[in-house]
């Protein structure tokens, strides 16, 4: 999915009715317009209904002064995979407020993944759980997203 331009929208008699089909369409859309994510090397490693899981690779520019990560990448990468679950659905969905607790300190190529998965959905709001991990499993951050859906959609609106 990465390193594509930006496409156009897909019009609504398009639109899968498979929930995965449209899950990973809307991430592909999403992510083509989404240059935040790119420029951060973010990666969709997966997309379903109400989840999704991002990686990242921590580069020497993304360290603070004590070396590690700086923890406002690792709130990107958590917040846009938190972004992804939650407009999973094809429902224009933007947060409404976000919190994060480090755990661990990430370092320099350390590959950080991201897994968010929905924990309540109700109307037009949603908690989302997001868990940072780096490649050998450590827990480096946990976060907790609450999302609010909008008018309109991701693909065909």
Known sequence: MAGQSSSAAVAAPDLPENPQELAELTAKVMFDNDPASQALGLAIEHVAPGEARM??????????GHQTCHGGFIFALADSTFAFACNSR?????????TIDYLAPGYEGDI??????????????????????????KRIAIFRGRSYRIKGQVVGD
């Open 112 to 137: 950080l993944t991201a897994d968010a998965k929905e924990y309540s959905l109700a109307g037009r709001t949603g908690v989302y759980d997001v868990q940072v991990t780096n490649q050998d499993g």
């Open 55 to 64: 990686s990242m690779t921590v580069r020497r520019d993304m360290l603070n």
């Open 90 to 98: 094809n429902a224009a969905t933007v947060a409404s407020g976000c």
